[in-house]
């Protein structure tokens, strides 16, 4: 079955159900109240389950007269972002983070956003939601921005895990093109695998052997397999998904992030430096207005946990109310296109080579 057979987006004649963990961002609930504000003057067909105590939520809501789209869960603990996964895991069924990823688990959400703590979120998506049939191991999929004519590429795995074999990776393939297409609408997703060099026989042995199986497995997946890429392929226009392992992803991520930031404040020391810089910088101020927009963080802001049984979007911990609005977005659009059902469609479709290694092991079994 192909992903893009379904009806068309944008459904005006029903509401989107979002859940928000409302209290997970360092900026608190007020941040999150103001970007389901900025969402809903944008786009009057999402509705919200806010999931916080209910004494400090309600006041917010009421003052931006948000009243009639949201709805108020009171749920008074609070998952911080130095608690340990494994403790969230047994203890925190009474958080406003267990509490969101149950809406969509139940049924009365069709995703859900969080500002929280990563690792503490992916545990409780994964134990709530399940991992779809086929997955071995979810992924976070990010948005990079590159040079392409969207503007973005997808990067996965970004850190759900730091562990990833050739199977994994392969897996990782599918999943960002069946993003890249239903997300980004880009309908023959061209997918790169990130690795040292692109020569062949560059990388370990599971990069090269999921190589192998990319290559074979992207022509029934209807993608366009561009081989090993490297990391100065991350934001060009040569690939459109680029995949990895959690760890290298994570490092990049935040390595990118780190790069923009730095550039950015030498940009604002150089133009203060003296008074001609300071005139260059007002007669520059259109051209630099455009090149913030364009690599401001915010507008990209949300990862999405691939292979699970419902939309997790993890927004950035220090998420303003445009970074939050930019998150909602995104888990509008998903949620919207069916995303969820047409990616479980996507991986059922797909060989499992797990199963193929198996059969051959029970095969050289029964010969020798």
Not at 330 to 348: E, G
């Amino acid at each position: 079955m192909n992903d893009t057979q379904t009806a068309a987006n944008g459904s005006s004649d029903r509401r989107v159900i979002i859940s928000i963990d409302a209290m997970g961002g360092d900026l608190g609930p007020k941040a999150v109240v103001a970007g389901i504000a900025q969402s809903v003057v944008k786009n009057p067909s999402i509705g919200f389950i806010v999931h916080g105590p209910k004494a400090e939520l309600t006041p917010l809501i009421e003052k931006r007269g948000l009243s009639d789209c949201c709805e108020v869960r009171d749920v008074a603990e609070v998952v911080t972002m130095d608690a340990k996964p494994s403790h969230v895991m047994r203890n925190g069924k009474g958080t406003s983070m267990w509490s969101a990823i149950d809406a969509v688990k139940n049924g009365e959400a069709e995703a859900v956003v969080s500002c929280g703590n990563t690792g503490a979120l992916m545990a409780v998506a994964m134990i709530r939601l399940r991992k779809l049939p086929g997955v071995s191991r979810p992924a976070i999929a990010c948005l990079w921005p590159s040079r392409n004519s969207g503007g973005f590429n997808v990067m996965l795995d970004v850190g759900a895990d730091i562990r990833a074999d050739d199977k994994d990776l392969l897996q990782y393939a599918l999943m960002g093109g069946s993003y890249a297409r239903n997300g980004l609408d880009i309908t023959r997703p061209r997918i790169g695998l990130l690795n040292v060099g692109t020569e062949e026989h560059k990388g370990r042995a599971e990069i090269k052997s999921a190589h192998d199986l990319i290559t074979t497995a992207a022509p029934d997946a209807d993608l366009e397999y561009v081989g090993f890429v490297e990391g100065g392929d991350i934001p060009s226009d040569r690939v459109d998904v680029i995949v990895t392992d959690g760890f290298t992803g994570n490092v990049a991520l935040k390595t990118g992030e780190g790069t923009a930031t730095l550039i950015s404040e030498f940009l604002r020391e150089a133009f203060k430096a003296t008074p001609l810089s300071r005139i260059a910088a007002l007669l520059a101020l259109t051209s630099l207005k455009r090149l913030s927009k364009r690599i401001d963080p915010r507008r990209v802001n949300g990862g999405v946990f691939l292979g699970l049984n419902g939309t997790v979007v993890k927004s950035h911990g220090s998420a303003d109310a445009t970074g939050v609005s930019s998150a909602i977005k995104l888990a509008f659009r998903l949620a919207d296109s069916k995303f969820t059902d047409r990616l479980a469609a996507r991986v059922a479709s797909a060989p499992d080579p797990r199963q193929d290694d198996a059969g051959s092991e029970q095969e050289n079994e029964q010969t020798a």
